[in-house]
Nanobody, 124 residues
Framework: QVQLVESGGGLVQPGGTLRLSCAASGSIFSINDMGWFRQAPGKEREVVAAISRNDYVTKYADPVKGRSTISRDNAKKTVYLRMNSLKPEDTAVYYC?????????????????WGQGTQVTVSS
């Protein structure tokens, strides 16, 4: 079992920067790939970014590519997300997740554990 807790959400102005963190805890076998997803009201959960266990392979969704950075600290079992140039369309509940392999998964079904989510609202 793995418990994930996101932090860093809140109100961010357009053009601003978002910084999220997610710490894993509990009885676990190992921490594999980790990812960030988001879900806006009435929409399906979608990937934002994912990172492999070794921190060297990352994947980003097209809407955030070039303005986002995902990183992780395996010793702390923590994954981070930085997103620049925020837009109102970035407003969503952001979730972190632990996957099932050492490669960065990009789909919801590829992840085994999920955090409770943190609300991010981009508005003036």
């Amino acid at each position: 079992q793995v418990q994930l807790v996101e932090s860093g959400g809140g109100l961010v102005q357009p053009g601003g920067t978002l910084r999220l963190s997610c710490a894993a805890s509990g009885s676990i076998f190992s921490i594999n790939d980790m990812g960030w997803f988001r879900q806006a009201p009435g929409k399906e959960r979608e990937v934002v970014a994912a990172i492999s266990r070794n921190d060297y392979v990352t994947k980003y969704a097209d809407p955030v590519k070039g303005r986002s950075t995902i990183s992780r600290d395996n010793a702390k079992k923590t994954v981070y997300l930085r997103m620049n140039s925020l837009k109102p369309e970035d407003t969503a509940v952001y979730y972190c997740a632990v996957g099932r392999s050492v490669v960065p998964g990009t789909e919801v079904g590829m992840y085994a554990y999920w955090g409770q989510g943190t609300q991010v609202t981009v508005s003036s």
